[in-house]
């Protein structure tokens, strides 16, 4: 019996509950993610073919073909999360599987945006395109870090943060479960916290492979050019709420979409509190809809009463339109 055919049996309830779509953030970039949907879809085809012609480059071509190198750059993973992600959704919808709300970690609340109608598939391309290039550019390559923390509480990692700042920055950018906290800021600082956090029981400390340091104050930078960026654009107001990175709370309202992206680039991605705002919303099952499956292990350490579904394959795909 699968891990999620053993909640639906200790949680007959979960049928009847909500659905949340969650969109990964950039880390689930892999070479080849969305072939096997490409190769089987056509519509899937034409929405990379839409990609490749709005960037006026071969982005597909880099998806599936690599180098791994260029694909991680920050500039180049955002755009590729967002297309793969889209094209799930679109799958989903196509085939009656819809939900009551959606999601993102960091960039893939842009994902979520477009799921949920507020920005088109294109506009969103734009953006993330900018606001990863944007990104890439704030910080000179070895200023930054950031580095995940495992098994030690927030208020502990927070006072190793402290600690380790030495006058440089270094603080919590992604409360990504109980179990788990990424730490942003100065390299320096960062690689001092992690030996503090060590010190202080953390299961582990581990150094995150990116290009900046997202999240954090080093990226207050980036707030005023992505907001030129995004203020080119139209936002609808969503079909069904987005729950955001800033607040963990859903919004509605079109007027505020650019105001919270824009906030979201040096603040917390409060991922702990938007699962749990869901559950408390009535939602009993999500769907990672994108690559990777690291948002559905995040969603179980928060509430292991949900019934997390990855699809990133043609077979977690058969799965959710039989689970629903």
């Not at 480059?57 to 998806?63: I, K, Q, V, Y």
């Not at 094209?87 to 799921?115: C, F, I, N, P, T």
């Not at 992604?174 to 960062?190: C, D, R, Y």
């Not at 969503?238 to 079109?254: K, Q």
Request: proline share 5%; glycine share 8%; charged share 20%.
């Amino acid at each position: 019996m699968t891990e999620t055919s053993q909640t639906e049996a200790a949680h007959p309830e979960a049928g009847a509950g909500k659905t949340a779509f969650l969109f990964p953030g950039q880390g689930s970039q892999k070479v080849g993610m969305g072939k096997a949907i490409y190769d089987a879809c056509p519509e899937v085809r034409a929405l990379f073919a839409k990609a490749d012609e709005v960037l006026d480059e071969p982005l597909t071509e880099m998806m599936f073909e690599g180098p791994e190198e260029a694909l991680t750059l920050t500039a180049n993973a955002q755009p590729a999360l967002l297309t793969v992600s889209t094209a799930y959704d679109l799958l989903l919808k196509q085939r009656g599987v819809h939900a009551d709300y959606v999601a993102g970690h960091s960039l893939g609340e842009y994902s979520a945006l477009v799921s949920a109608g507020a920005l088109s598939f294109e506009d969103a391309l734009r953006s993330v395109r900018a606001r990863g290039q944007l990104m890439q550019q704030a910080v000179p390559e070895g200023l930054g870090a950031m580095a995940a923390i495992t098994r030690l509480e927030l208020e502990k990692i927070r006072e190793c943060c402290r600690q380790a700042s030495h006058g440089e920055l270094c603080a919590p950018a992604n409360l990504n479960s109980p179990e788990q906290t990424v730490i942003s800021g100065h390299a320096g600082a960062v690689a001092r916290a992690c030996e503090l956090c060590k010190n202080a029981g953390a299961r582990r400390a581990i150094q995150l492979k990116v290009s900046a340091p997202f999240h954090c104050r080093l990226m207050s930078e980036v707030q005023p050019r992505l907001r030129r960026v995004l203020e080119f654009f139209s936002f609808s107001a969503p079909t069904v709420p987005v729950i955001t990175n800033v607040e963990a709370a859903p919004n509605d309202d079109p007027a505020r979409i650019v105001d919270l992206l824009v906030t979201q680039v040096t603040s917390t991605v409060r991922w702990t509190e938007s699962i749990q705002k869901l559950v408390e919303l009535g939602v009993t099952r999500v769907i990672e809809v994108g690559s990777g499956k690291v948002l559905c292990g995040l969603a179980r350490q928060i509430d292991k009463s949900l019934t997390a579904i990855p699809l990133d394959d043609p077979d977690g795909f058969s799965q959710i339109l039989g689970e629903i």
